[in-house]
Every structure is written in structure tokens, then in C-alpha cells.
T-cell receptor
């Protein structure tokens, strides 16, 4: 689904570095999300935004921050990366319609913190 | 708080057999229960969803059942095929009253052996 894109797709960084992961969407959706995926732990919600002026913490927001620069863009930052933030990160969008709320995921960013 | 338990974590079946994955949720306010499929190296994609006012929903070989009293919902795949091999995630959420945040289960890795 090329409507939701993430950059970079892969990133290797060192402990203590600041990292920004970017997400863009052309679906025109108001709602955007950031998840991390770890083996055996599923998809855990980091932050979510229901419109440009709305930012909410998810299950595991400590160590992360976000910025909703526009309806189409939602960035995730790791202010000072640590090894246990090594994971696969997904951005997603949705457009809440009565009766359903399909989330459309980006291709993912694989982050390794050494 | 919100929590979704998913079982089993791994499931291996012979082609043509049925597969059942079960989830238990804790939030009584949840009224929307989607299932996502993630093929190896790919992004999660919605395969079926159910609302709390419906007990069962079918789409070809897949079906989802919901027991609101017990707070259980299950995914049933009949006549499994090798292309059904993937990780499956259940989730709970609310699609009314400004809802839209999903909490995912830990995932089930399904392997269908030819």
C-alpha cells in the first residue's frame, strides 16, 4: 500500500543518538499511529493522533516523542536511543467510519540501536 | 486497563485442516474487534472485523465469533492453505464516541504444512 510511506526503511544507530522516523500518507486520513513490533509482544501503540492538534500517549510512550506536522505527516523521535528500542516500527493511518476502523500500515522501519 | 490476551502463540496445521485462534479482552467498553494478517516481511493488513452487536461474521474461509459475556473472540480459518501461513493479530477498540485506538494481542504464528 504505497499510500502510507515510512523513511528510512532501515536504520542502524548508536546508543545516545537522536533519531527521527518519518511517516507520510496520501490517503487523506485524519488519524495516525505509531507502533513498535517485537517478537512475542505483538504491536504496541506508542503514540497516536486523531487530528493535527491532537497527540495522545499510547501504551509505551516513554523514551519517544512525536510531531504531527500536517494531516499527512507524523514523525516519531527517539531523543536518546537505547538498545532496547531496537525493533520494527510501523506507522498506520485510519479514517473512522461508522461500523469499522481499518488501519492502513506503512512498510515499517527496522531500527537497530547498538 | 486495556489488555488483549491471544492464544496460541504458534499453531501448526496440515493443509486442509481448520485453525482457531482465540483472544480475550478486558475492557467492557470495547465494541470493535478486528483481525490483521502479517505475512513474512510484510505489513499487517485487515482481514476481517466484527462489532459487538454481532455474534459471528464470515468471509469465505474465515470467520470470527464474539462472546461478549465471556469477553472472548476467535478467528476460524477453514480448509487452510499454505498461503494462510502468517502471523495473525487480534485487536480490541471502540468505533463510537471518538474511539479508534486499537490494542493488539501478542500475535499467533500460523504454519500450514502442505
Amino acid at each position: 500500500d504505497a499510500d502510507v510511506t515510512q523513511t528510512p526503511r532501515n536504520r542502524i544507530t548508536k546508543t545516545g543518538k537522536r533519531i527521527m522516523l518519518e511517516c507520510s500518507q496520501t490517503k487523506g486520513h485524519d488519524r495516525m499511529y505509531w507502533y513498535r513490533q517485537d517478537p512475542g509482544l505483538g504491536l504496541r501503540l506508542i503514540y497516536y493522533s486523531f487530528d493535527v492538534k491532537d497527540i495522545n500517549k499510547g501504551e509505551i510512550s516513554d523514551g519517544y516523542s512525536v510531531s504531527r506536522q500536517a494531516q499527512a505527516k507524523f514523525s516519531l523521535s527517539l531523543e536518546s536511543a537505547i538498545p532496547n528500542q531496537t525493533a520494527l516500527y510501523f506507522c498506520a493511518t485510519s479514517d473512522l467510519q461508522l461500523g469499522t476502523d481499518t488501519q492502513y500500515f506503512g512498510p515499517g522501519t527496522r531500527l537497530t540501536v547498538l | 486497563g486495556e489488555n488483549v490476551e491471544q492464544h496460541p502463540s504458534t499453531l501448526s496445521v496440515q493443509e486442509g485442516d481448520s485453525a482457531v485462534i482465540k483472544c480475550t479482552y478486558s475492557d467492557s467498553a470495547s465494541n470493535y474487534f478486528p483481525w490483521y494478517k502479517q505475512e513474512l516481511g510484510k505489513r499487517p493488513q485487515l482481514i476481517i472485523d466484527i462489532r459487538s452487536n454481532v455474534g459471528e461474521k464470515k468471509d469465505q474461509r474465515i470467520a470470527v465469533t464474539l462472546n461478549k459475556t465471556a469477553k472472548h473472540f476467535s478467528l476460524h480459518i477453514t480448509e487452510t492453505q499454505p498461503e494462510d501461513s502468517a502471523v495473525y493479530f487480534c485487536a480490541e477498540g471502540s468505533i463510537y464516541n471518538q474511539g479508534g485506538k486499537l490494542i493488539f494481542g501478542q500475535g499467533t504464528e500460523l504454519s500450514v504444512k502442505p
